[in-house]
């Protein structure tokens, strides 16, 4: 990896990304991709005659604005070899469908691999995917490796379903790389639980998801929870764009939590609610177009457990979780997660 391009770098996970990349000494630049105006964390990065940070405004979800992009004198001239998918997370609002029924995260995840198949310079493909894509039995005993079982239920959630999609389609060019255009590029795949960061600051859950506040649960479930620090993710990224090999790997940190307890820690406290209500309230929120809403308080994400088996990880990537996740108080005297190197 010598030029590497990384898609919505002004989001949390994509400018945490970017500045690892940033500091290692095998990067030569790093391509930043954003929807709005360039992050602030970035000034200091883009000082000096040939800066190693480049940032440019592309909406993903916009055939026409990626396909210019992407085949632009100014995309070649930087010779990006290396792409880094971070898919819309955080405060970024999902946005209508791109067409109809075609979530915006699937229609990225579309545009992107298939750039990245048609650009002759990109050897490398590392796309960041959920952990809450696996078919999950009842109880906490579902220890997960990366040939478990997907959901594909027809009742699964909205958003849940839109994380399958996208999984699906980088498997598929892992599995299915018959022309030469496809040998060429090297896809990793790293399915990621809940995504920690420093401050009480949270992000793949689809639980959790969104501002800080009170969330639901079905009463009687506590599901346990994997969790990952955010600088572990942007870690974990490296390893994948230096190994060799490919497919799908599990990646999560040392640490389970029940929902309740990452709920309140990360100022998003889990209201017991009995079941029939919950399930009356998701029906009802679907028929009304609100899917994440429904996503949200109802599906086995809110009542079974899981934990992962990250050992491909570490075997074929080379990756080993160097953060854990403990509590501090912070400056309005709550309880928040923090990230801690150990």
Known sequence: MANVLVTHADLPLGRRIVKVL??????ERVVALGEGPVPRAFGTYRIGAAPRLVYERVDLARQRAVADFFKSKRLRSLEVDSIVHVPRHGAAPEGPP??????????????????AIEARGVRNLVALSSAFVYKLAPG????LTERSELDLDPEVAAEIRAWIDCD???????????????????????RLPTVVASGGYVYWNPALAGAAGPR???????????????????????AALRARSSGVFNVAGRELLPLSMLGRWTGRPCVPVPGPLLRAAAAGAARLGRETLSSAI?????????????SRAARELGFEPRYRIGVTRAGDGA??????AV
């Not at 915006?104 to 298939?114: F, Q, S």
């Not at 699906?168 to 790293?190: E, H, K, P």
């Open 22 to 27: 940033w500091h290692d000494p095998e990067v």
């Open 98 to 115: 791109v067409v109809a029924k075609v979530p915006t995260r699937t229609a990225e995840a579309r545009l992107v691999l298939h750039h």
């Open 140 to 143: 906490n005993a579902n220890h």
């Open 168 to 190: 699906m389609l980088f498997q598929a060019q892992v599995s299915g790389r018959t022309d030469a255009a496809s040998r060429r590029l090297r896809v990793v795949l790293l």
């Open 216 to 238: 639901v649960r079905p009463a009687g479930f506590d599901p346990l929870c994997p969790v990952i620090a955010d600088k572990d993710v942007a870690r974990a990224v490296c």
């Open 298 to 310: 109802h599906g086995p994400h809110l009542r079974y457990g899981m934990s992962l088996d990250t």
């Open 335 to 340: 309880m928040r997660l923090e990230a801690v």
